[in-house]
């Protein structure tokens, strides 16, 4: 079945340090890829996606590109704040079959301090 | 903007209650979801609906059912709630086929402790 695999973490950086999330997947044909926030006490928000291969997603100045050759969707941000502090979950939309199952990575704690 | 609302924010039940988590979205999306977060776990499907009266088993239905009989409503039913069902609940729901964004949106959970 279908997949996903990241670091647990946390990653604790400095702010303005470089992010990078690393985030691989298993499936079948052609999913959709996502990165979902989670702030503390909070629901999961839709960071960003990508639809297709060689997709590059953005969103508040984080970026992850689709790649097929690899399975990779790693999250990057060249300079993180520390409001940037959330657990973040790599997921995938499987498209076989008639109904499209979200799978989820086990998420990464993130910590940025001043 | 799409909404998902969940009926509780937090929820305390005894051992044994029957428990009845609720599930509104306002997008008429086909797809909706229950998982359950836990820390070291991640989130884990428990059963997903892709219409009226459909259901499929995820990943760990055991101690779960699920009841949609409109669109717009997904519930999740503890049938006789046990300590190790203490957790996060999260509901979302999304665009089923190819109709839409592909995306999946959530409520805001539930924490349901079960003493």
């Known amino acids: 079945g279908d997949s996903v695999t990241q670091m647990e973490g946390p990653v604790t950086l400095s702010e303005e340090a470089f992010l990078t999330i690393n985030c691989t997947y298993t499936a079948t044909g052609y999913p959709s890829l996502f990165w979902y926030v989670q702030y503390p006490g909070e629901g999961l928000q839709l960071l960003l996606k990508?639809?297709?291969?060689?997709d590059k997603g953005s969103n508040k100045g984080f970026e992850a590109t689709y790649r097929k050759e690899t399975t990779s969707f790693h999250l990057e941000k060249g300079s993180v704040q520390v409001s940037d502090s959330a657990v973040y979950f790599c997921?995938?939309?499987?498209?076989?079959?008639?109904?499209?199952?979200?799978?989820f990575g086990i998420g990464t704690k993130l910590q940025v301090i001043p | 903007d799409v909404k998902v609302t969940q009926s509780s924010r937090y929820l305390v039940k005894r051992t044994g209650e029957k428990v009845f988590l609720e599930c509104v979205q306002d997008?008429?999306?086909?797809?909706m979801f229950w998982y359950r977060q836990d820390p070291g776990l991640g989130l884990r499907l428990i059963y997903f609906s892709y219409d009226v009266k459909m259901k499929e088993k995820g990943d760990i239905p055991e101690g779960y059912s699920v009841s949609r009989e409109k669109k717009e409503r997904f519930s999740l039913i503890l049938e006789s709630a046990s300590t190790n069902q203490t957790s996060m609940y999260l509901c979302?729901?999304?665009?089923?086929?190819?109709?839409?964004?592909?995306?999946?949106?959530f409520g805001q959970g539930t924490r349901l402790t079960v003493v």
């Open positions: 979302a729901s999304s665009f089923g086929g190819v109709r839409g964004a592909v995306e999946a949106f």
């Open positions: 990508a639809t297709k291969a060689d």
């Open positions: 997008m008429d999306h086909e797809n």
């Open positions: 997921a995938l939309r499987g498209n076989s079959g008639g109904y499209q199952k979200v799978t």
